[in-house]
């Protein structure tokens, strides 16, 4: 008898499922699907950085793709041991007491305060910034020491704390709130009991001030000092917190119906995408492990003993058991990676949009054919137009905070900056300036970690930037002067959500082992280029100037 396993990973713009083997972590089917309401701009306001999503987006998700990957692969659905789910975060949803998203209901259903407040949305920058005064300030425990010494508007209490504000009659009607990873698991299981329910570890620990040091949340005292509401709010939350290896209990009859499953199939506590996609990569101890899509999330695993009592200043937390449990998990990340180059995109596509596509001299069969011709080659041929200039020319200097700077030392008031400009500056010129802007803040964390005692000895990279552009990797190799192994899988996140189902539902003891097996291969590496080293340490030291500058005069 075969044993197989689901991975299901939510990203920014689709959830993808895969359904694996355990036995040598073959892909045996996968599926994707784009969110229609957030693909429509619904419930967004990009003008002050709110970006919300509809629960409907993400359930109908899971079942027209786990359907799909169940249906591919034709396999005994008594076979189909697990299910792991994770997801983006800090993305928390207020719920009713049943665990209800409020936006399913009548009185929600368009309120863009009743979604979920996705990680990229920064309109908490004020609430944020007031519990990291008071964190500094109150007289007692700092719990802002395990999260970087910096909480950020992309984090949970701060998100909750500008809804309620801002909203009342959600205030009012949410009984609680639930992360994404938490939520999805919650619809899936047999156990309705939210006093009871798993929540997950790394959700709790890196965005939610969870740590067992202080038993649990942040204080109620503290709480009650930004808002009673959050006081009150902490004692329908949770004390304890779980890691993904576990179960958090079996499939209830309603899905295993509409997913063709049966109840005995055990869902997994949920977890984070960057955490996944870095077990689906076989992380060990001193490998950073990029996760580069639309932002990046940069992950790293130590031992107790290696961490100790140390805390490492301005990243995005470190939590024992996020990753891999029995180790500590340490996060940092950029909030724009792939979305600097896609800003770059649509500012370029203005005039087609805008005039070209709008033209009354082209027939609508010649526009949809222009339009397709410029969407397959518009990135590629900037690409090569860019990677052509040699560093000894004029390359304009640019920082990659088009939303702000998540990592070292969140500040999400940030904006992005472009210098040495003129005259010969061509679009690819400012091409080349952005990827090579991604590059340098990646090399700020690398830096940060290391003069904080964390030993990198190699990068690996995941997603679909490091599949896609060799001459982005090529870059970072460069900039770091570390060789870089890019995983093979196209699907390492939910591959790790699908290596975590594994060992909940005991066909292996541990994730460690399960990765072994399960984990992905590595199709490339880049090494640095030694006579380009140099140069990009001069470009280098420009950004580091730009970056005090805008830094400096950002209120």
């Known amino acids: ?79 189909i041991k697990s299910i792991c789910i994770d997801t983006t975060g800090s993305s928390p949803i207020p719920v009713n007491a049943d665990g209800t998203p409020l936006s399913l209901t009548k009185e929600f259903e ?8 996705l990680w990229k949305d920064h309109t908490a920058i004020n609430e944020a910034n007031e519990i990291n005064e008071l964190a500094a300030s109150w007289g007692g425990e700092d719990f802002t020491k395990y999260e970087g010494g910096i909480y950020s508007s992309e984090w949970f209490w701060a998100k909750i704390l500008h809804i309620v504000r801002e909203d009342e009659a959600v205030k009012n009607a949410a009984h609680s709130w639930m992360e994404h990873c938490d939520y999805m698991t919650f619809l899936l299981i ?17 965005k939610a001030m969870w740590h067992a040091d202080w038993n649990g949340l942040p204080a ?34 309603e899905w295993a119906t509409k997913l063709g499953l049966t109840t005995d199939t055990i869902i997994a506590v949920g977890t984070f995408d960057a955490h996944s996609g870095a077990v689906g990569a076989k992380i060990d101890e001193h490998a950073l492990v990029r996760v580069m899509g639309t932002s990046t999330c940069d992950i790293i695993v130590a031992s107790n003993e290696a961490v100790g009592s140390k805390t490492v200043k301005g990243i995005c937390g470190q939590v024992d058991g996020s990753v891999i449990p029995g180790y500590i998990g340490l996060e940092a990340g950029q909030s724009a990676f792939g979305d600097v180059l896609a800003w770059f995109k649509d500012t370029l596509s203005w005039p087609l949009d805008n005039l070209v596509y709008n033209s009354t001299i082209l027939s609508e069969e010649q526009k949809a054919q222009l339009k397709e011709e410029v969407e397959s ?21 640019a920082l990659d905070w088009v939303n702000g700077r998540r990592t070292p030392d969140a500040n999400q008031g940030l904006k992005s900056a472009m210098t040495n400009l003129s005259l010969g500056t061509k679009a690819p010129h400012i091409f080349k300036a952005l990827i090579n802007s991604i590059c ?28 896609k552009s060799p001459f982005i990797m090529q870059t970072l190799a460069n900039v770091l002067n570390k060789p870089i192994k890019v995983c093979a899988s196209d699907q390492a996140p939910a591959l790790g959500a699908a290596i975590y189902a594994a060992v909940a539902a005991g066909i292996y003891p541990n994730v460690i082992e399960a990765a072994k097996k399960m984990g992905s291969d590595f199709e490339s590496e880049y090494f640095p280029q030694a006579d380009k080293i140099e140069k990009y340490q001069e470009l280098m030291d420009s950004y580091s100037v730009l970056s005090q500058f805008v830094e400096s005069i950002t209120k």
């Open 190 to 206: 047999d156990d309705k009991d939210l006093a009871t329910f798993k929540r997950s570890r790394c959700a709790a620990g890196h």
């Open 110 to 117: 368009h309120n863009p305060n009743a979604m979920m407040i």
């Open 220 to 253: 109620e005292e503290f709480l009650t000092k930004l808002d009673p509401y959050l006081a009150q709010l902490r004692g329908k939350l949770y004390n304890e917190t779980y890691t993904s290896d576990l179960v958090a209990g079996k499939l209830n009859q």
């Open 377 to 397: 080659n518009f990135i590629k041929t900037l690409t090569e137009q860019a990677e052509a200039i040699p560093l000894s020319e004029s390359i304009p200097t």
């Open 1 to 79: 008898m075969k044993n197989y396993v689901i991975g299901l990973d939510y990203g920014s713009d689709s959830v993808r499922a895969v359904l694996i083997d355990t036995e040598n972590g073959q892909e045996l089917a996968s599926d994707v699907c784009h969110y229609k309401r957030w693909k429509n701009n619904e419930y967004c306001n990009p003008s002050i950085n709110q970006f919300r999503q509809h629960p409907l987006d993400h359930i109908e998700g899971l079942e027209s793709t786990i359907k799909s990957v169940v249906a591919q692969a034709n396999v005994n659905p008594s076979e």
């Open 440 to 467: 340098f803040g990646s090399k700020k964390i690398v830096d940060r970690f290391e003069e904080e005692g964390v030993r990198i000895d190699s990068v690996i990279g995941i997603g679909g930037v490091a599949r």
